[in-house]
């Protein structure tokens, strides 16, 4: 089993930047690719970045220009440098690594932004 664990959200104004990082630890077998996905209450989790274990990324279109996604391979870790915030972008953010043993999601953090 692979435990993801997530840090950086919270509550920032419109126009403003967080940084979304997640941490992957355990029976780590190889990361292929790591992404980060938003939820909000009563719609489907959607995706918004992913990077390949070569550092190929791809981005929705909501978010592109805006956010950056970036991995450190020796450490298991992914962060999203999320800038330019806007009320839209509030929800639910959930880590996500693709691992030759299995998919895993984090716990969610929360990201709020006022308008």
């Known amino acids: 089993q692979v435990q993801l664990v997530e840090s950086g959200g919270g509550l920032v104004q419109a126009g403003g930047s967080l940084t979304l990082s997640c941490a992957a630890s355990?029976?780590?077998?190889?990361?292929?690719?790591m992404g980060w996905y938003r939820q909000v209450p009563g719609k489907q989790r959607e995706f918004l970045a992913r990077i390949s274990s070569r550092g190929t990324t791809n981005y929705a279109d909501s978010v592109k220009g805006r956010f950056t996604i970036s991995r450190d391979n020796a450490k298991n870790t992914v962060s999203l440098q999320m800038n330019s915030l806007r009320p839209e972008d509030t929800g639910v953010y959930y880590c996500?690594?693709?691992?030759?043993?299995?998919?895993?999601w984090g716990q969610g953090t929360q990201v709020t932004v006022s308008s």
């Open positions: 355990g029976r780590v077998l190889g990361i292929e690719a």
């Open positions: 996500n690594v693709a691992d030759f043993g299995g998919n895993y």
